[in-house]
């Protein structure tokens, strides 16, 4: 039977805190976007989206996997 384990290794204390700042600055751009604070005027909505984006590529970029070792 195959063994699978984490690819990379479980996220750093950085990693943890660079997501909760992406989390902190997304919910406050949406935030801004959907109570209408216009934080960023008539670009709020640009704004969130493109955090938004951001957020999904980075995602893709640095999600961990599984590895298959070999026996």
Do not use: C, H
Not at 4 to 24: N, S
Not at 46 to 67: D, E, H, N, Y
Request: hydrophobic share 50%.
């Amino acid at each position: 039977m195959a063994e699978y384990e984490w690819d990379p290794e479980p996220p750093t204390i950085k990693q943890r805190l660079l997501a909760i700042a992406y989390g902190g600055i997304l919910l406050f751009t949406t935030a801004s976007q959907l109570f209408g604070w216009r934080v960023f005027g008539e670009y709020d909505k640009q704004v969130s989206t493109a955090w938004t984006i951001l957020g999904i590529v980075l995602f893709f970029l640095f999600m961990p996997g599984v590895r298959r070792n070999a026996r």
